[in-house]
């Protein structure tokens, strides 16, 4: 990935700001880029559907049982952080798939691979606590991914918690189901590479967005049968007065990549190759945060 100076930040801003729409980025101009995440350790993700009778109970018993659980799973080393994120608005359903509003994200040292956090799992998942087995709680997919190359900027520490909650930051959860050929998904790492994942190194730092954690699955280990198909997803935090989504993204992808005729280009190429059958809004439960 390119490095990008204070400099070139400085031009970037003086280009949207020509492009008309000068506060795209909106921040200061000594804030440079951030490297993404290349550790490329796994993450466990569960999307869980909860009644809404149901819904202080399990929290609760998340906050009481499962936070312990997790807690002493990061005191063995056998587990970095846990994020659950609450489905507030589904805005993009696909139809006749089974609902969910839960999804509870933990991610693994770079020490543990696919086989070794199988047994982990065990002791780690959702399954593994009381909490799954309330009445009104259904566990509808548990899967391991990782981290697409060059696109993911995670923010897990408890500072990032209290700057979410200060600005009332909300989530787009993405489920995307690119097609199943080695193809597609190797063209669709490639792009994310070139494209959304520097333009988003630019403007989380800059203040446009305040996370992005693009993650790809590596397997599905349970899965309802009615379930919907997708292979990747994507969490985005956005400022609810800057809105999901920022005018000064298509200029920042043209910077990025100069050839790719920003946003146009970027999700043009993307179009024949993925389907988003699921977009969900969310908050962060940051009270059941483990980092």
């Given at each position: 990935m390119k490095i990008y100076s204070a400099t070139v930040t400085l031009e970037l801003i003086a280009m949207v700001s020509v492009a008309g729409n000068p506060t795209a980025l909106n921040t200061p101009s000594e804030v440079g880029p951030i490297a993404p995440d290349s550790s490329g350790s796994l993450y466990m993700g569960e999307t869980v559907l909860?009644?809404?009778?149901?819904?202080?109970?399990?929290?609760?018993c998340l906050q009481e049982v499962a936070r312990t659980s997790w807690k002493r799973s990061q005191q063995a080393g056998d587990l970095a952080d846990v994020s659950v994120y609450e489905t507030t608005r589904v805005s993009i359903p696909e139809a006749g798939s089974p609902d969910w509003n839960f999804l509870i994200l933990t991610h693994l040292p770079m020490r543990l691979s696919l086989q070794s956090h199988a047994s982990a799992r065990k002791?780690?998942?959702?399954?593994?606590?009381?909490?799954?087995?309330i009445d009104g709680v259904?566990?509808?997919?548990?899967e391991m991914l990782r981290p697409t190359?060059?696109?993911?900027?995670?923010?897990?520490?408890?500072?990032?918690?209290?700057?979410?909650v200060e600005r009332q930051v909300e989530f787009v959860i993405e489920y995307i189901a690119v097609n199943d050929?080695?193809?597609?998904?190797a063209a669709y790492r490639e792009s994310m590479g070139r494209n959304m994942g520097p333009a988003m190194g630019i403007m989380i730092p800059n203040g446009t967005f305040f996370s992005f954690l693009a993650l790809e699955t590596v397997a599905v280990e349970f899965t309802q049968p009615s379930m919907m198909r997708w292979n990747q997803i994507?969490?985005?935090?956005?400022?609810?007065?800057?809105?999901?989504?920022?005018?000064?993204?298509?200029?920042v992808l043209r910077f990025v990549n100069p050839g790719g005729a920003g946003a146009a280009g970027f999700?043009?190429?993307?179009?024949?190759?993925?389907?988003?059958?699921?977009?969900?809004?969310?908050?962060?439960?940051?009270?059941?945060?483990?980092?």
């Open positions: 909860v009644t809404p009778t149901t819904r202080d109970k399990f929290v609760s002791v780690m998942s959702l399954s593994a606590t009381r909490c799954a087995k259904e566990t509808r997919r548990v190359p060059k696109s993911s900027y995670p923010r897990t520490s408890p500072a990032d918690d209290r700057a979410a050929t080695e193809t597609a998904l994507h969490i985005r935090g956005f400022y609810p007065e800057k809105g999901q989504s920022s005018p000064g993204t298509d200029s999700f043009g190429e993307l179009q024949g190759i993925r389907t988003k059958p699921r977009e969900d809004i969310a908050t962060q439960l940051v009270e059941l945060a483990v980092h």
